[in-house]
């Protein structure tokens, strides 16, 4: 089965055809428009391979409780995932654009969609749950979602196969660091716990977006400091993070700023990895311990230097990497320094091959994912 995959982000579309055999056959980045998708432009693209699509497989980054698994998008399905906007409104319209315009282009062929919050809802209530009132919880659906879950599943499948153990034996903390970033406790194949919370918002500083701050802080800014509630919502999700320390969202631009001494981009690498230790640390505690350390995306994939400062403050996990392969690493490649009891893997983040996986896992059984 030939799976094209889309996967419309924040600021780009990503497409690919994934053959059975995970082959790519097609590949076409683009930045998105302000004004949406152009729909002829990526028709005359798909239009000379149309005819090898058997499915359509589209990231949607929010199941919300209901959509735990992969699913056809037809009838009422499509009407529930456009209810779930609100929780992640910039990734969802993107995505049911996507699901729209291909619609439109291969008509004939089945959508599925694949979710980024379906990885995480195998967390156990003591990681989901917010302390909050019983009655918003059940009643808004409240809860620690979490997000990049078809990477984080990707890497602690792969992770596996490169240490020749199932992934059902391992410990894993997946890092998928790019301009979203987050962390994953993998045990035993399933997510127990991930720094990401209720929206994109929560944990590890980001490109632009400012990761965990004080709730007490928001309110502060609204009521005591005057801004108004989309002043500070557009603040946290653009304008914070990486850009808002070092004046630059790009990770290559902070490190070699910082190897040459510029003050504000040193305390934006170096609280960047503050974050990124304690919350390695935090999910190797939800496992009781730690056999594997994967670093994906394209931070994780590029940056030796931040794997380098982040596994330097590891070491009393057993987490040791060999310098000479971090700084010549290329996905996928273990880094294992010699005597470390923890592996480390730099792995290429193939969302598209998860996706594929899921759209042909649905199709060929003859079922549809039924949500509970």
């Known amino acids: 089965m030939d799976v094209l995959v889309v996967n419309v982000g924040s600021s780009s579309l990503k497409i690919r055809l994934v053959g059975p055999d995970d082959v790519v056959s097609l590949r076409v980045d683009v930045e998105l428009h302000p004004d949406g998708l152009d729909r002829d ?30 699913v056809v998008v037809e009838g009422e399905v499509e009407d529930a995932l456009r209810e779930l ?18 619609r439109e282009i291969l008509p004939h062929v089945p959508a599925v969609a694949c979710f980024d919050t379906a990885f995480h809802a195998t967390m156990p209530d003591e990681a989901a749950t917010y302390a909050l009132p019983a009655s918003w919880r059940r009643r808004l659906g409240i809860r620690r979602y979490g997000f990049h879950g078809l990477s984080h599943a990707y890497a602690s499948q792969r992770v596996g196969a490169m240490m020749g153990c199932p992934a059902h034996q391992l410990r894993t903390v997946t890092c998928h660091l790019g301009a979203g970033a987050s962390l994953a406790a993998v045990a035993g194949g399933v997510s127990v716990d991930t720094t990401m919370g209720f929206t994109p918002l929560d944990g590890l500083v980001m490109a632009t977006r400012s990761g965990s701050v004080d709730p007490g802080l928001v309110i502060w800014l609204v009521q005591e400091a005057g801004l108004t509630v989309e002043e500070v919502a557009r603040a946290l999700e653009h304008e914070s993070g990486l ?8 990770m290559a631009t902070v490190v070699a700023r910082a190897g040459s001494g510029d003050s504000r981009a040193r305390l934006a690498l170096g609280l960047y990895v503050h974050r990124l230790r304690a919350g390695i640390a935090s999910m190797a505690s939800a496992m009781g311990g730690l056999d594997t350390l994967v670093f994906t995306g394209g931070v ?34 273990d880094l294992t320094a010699a005597g470390a009891s923890v592996h480390t893997v730099v792995i290429e983040a193939r969302e598209d091959i998860e996706i594929a996986g899921e759209v042909r896992g649905l199709l060929q059984a003859g079922t549809q994912s039924s949500p509970p």
């Open 243 to 250: 850009l808002a320390v070092a004046g630059t969202a790009d």
């Open 85 to 102: 906007t609100p929780l992640a409104p910039l990734h969802q319209r993107g995505s049911l654009e996507g699901i729209d315009v291909f």
């Open 41 to 70: 432009g990526l028709a005359q693209t798909v239009a000379p391979l149309a005819h090898r699509v058997d499915a359509v497989g589209h990231r949607v980054v929010h199941g919300g409780a209901r959509f735990r698994s992969p």
């Open 300 to 333: 994780g994939e590029h940056a030796a230097t931040v794997r380098h400062q982040a596994a330097k403050g590891l070491g009393f996990l057993g987490i040791e990497i060999d310098e000479a392969a971090n700084l010549v690493a290329v996905p996928d490649v």
